[in-house]
C-alpha cells in the first residue's frame, strides 16, 4: 500500500491568507487528488492533479482559488488562497494508478480560518 | 452522472450486536466499490473493496457483497466492537482515473 504524508496537519490562519499545503506518496503514481471534507460532512473532490499538465478542477473549484502543483510523480501541492472561514475543512490528498486500484489517503490537513 | 447513498447515522449499537449500513448506488459504466473508514481525529482508511459483481470484500470482521441486480454494496459486521466507533463511508469509482465519489458518510457509536 501506498504510504502519504502531508504537511502542515493544522493550521489556524487569518482571512485572506493563504495556506499552501504539500502531499507527498512514496512511490510513483500517475493520479493524485485532492478533496475537501466540511465539518461534518463527506468528501467532496477538489480536482485531479496530472504530472505535466494542469490540474483538472470539479465543478464549483476554480484554479484561483485552489492553485495545484504536480511537479514530479511523488509530490503535488495545494494551496488555498485568499482564505475566508467557509474554507475551514479538512483537506486530504490521494493517489491511486488506474481503474480499480485502491486509493490511499493523507491524513489530512485541518484547517481553521478566523 | 455517478452517486451514492448511505443511510444516514447516526447507528448506536451495544457491543456485540449486529451491523448492516445500507449503500446503493448509480454508476456510468462498471464501477469499483469501497468502504472506507474514519476513526475520531484520524483520516481516512480503506476498509474493503470488490471490483466486480458477486465479489466479497472482507476485512477485521466486515463484509460487502458487490451486488449488480441490486446496485448495492451493504457493509455487515456480526459483532461490532467499541473499538469500531468512527464513520463509514461507501465509495464507488469508475473508468480511469480512479477519482471517488463518495456516499455522505455514516456514523457508528458502539456502546460497551
Known amino acids: 500500500s501506498a504510504v502519504i504524508s502531508q504537511k502542515p496537519s493544522r493550521d489556524i490562519c487569518q482571512r485572506g491568507t493563504s495556506l499552501t499545503i504539500q502531499c507527498q506518496v512514496d512511490?510513483?503514481?500517475?493520479?493524485m487528488f485532492w478533496y475537501r471534507q466540511q465539518p461534518g460532512q463527506s468528501l467532496t473532490l477538489i480536482a485531479t492533479?496530472?504530472?505535466?499538465?494542469?490540474?483538472?478542477?470539479e465543478s464549483g473549484f476554480v484554479i484561483d482559488k485552489f492553485p495545484i502543483s504536480r511537479p514530479n510523480l511523488t509530490f503535488s501541492t495545494l494551496t488555498v488562497s485568499n482564505m475566508s472561514p467557509e474554507d475551514s475543512s479538512i483537506y486530504l490528498c490521494?493517489?491511486?494508478?488506474?481503474?480499480?486500484?485502491?486509493?490511499?489517503f493523507g491524513p489530512g490537513t485541518r484547517l481553521l480560518v478566523l | 452522472g455517478n452517486s451514492v447513498t448511505q443511510m444516514e447515522g447516526p447507528v448506536t449499537l451495544s457491543e456485540e450486536a449486529f451491523l448492516t449500513i445500507n449503500c446503493t448506488y448509480t454508476?456510468?459504466?462498471?464501477?469499483?466499490l469501497f468502504w472506507y473508514v474514519q476513526y475520531p481525529g484520524e483520516g481516512l482508511q480503506l476498509l474493503l473493496k470488490?471490483?466486480?459483481?458477486?465479489d466479497k470484500g472482507s476485512n477485521k470482521g466486515f463484509e460487502a457483497t458487490y451486488r449488480k441486480e441490486t446496485t448495492s454494496f451493504h457493509l455487515e459486521k456480526g459483532s461490532v466492537q467499541v473499538s469500531d466507533s468512527a464513520v463509514y463511508f461507501c465509495?464507488?469509482?469508475?473508468?480511469?482515473?480512479?477519482?471517488?465519489?463518495f456516499g455522505g458518510g455514516t456514523r457508528l457509536m458502539v456502546k460497551p
Open positions: 490521494s493517489s491511486g494508478r488506474g481503474q480499480g486500484e485502491t486509493q490511499y
Open positions: 512511490s510513483q503514481v500517475t493520479m
Open positions: 492533479a496530472n504530472q505535466g499538465s494542469e490540474a483538472t478542477y
Open positions: 454508476a456510468t459504466g462498471y464501477p469499483s
Open positions: 470488490a471490483t466486480k459483481a458477486d
Open positions: 465509495a464507488l469509482s469508475v473508468n480511469a482515473g480512479n477519482m471517488l465519489t
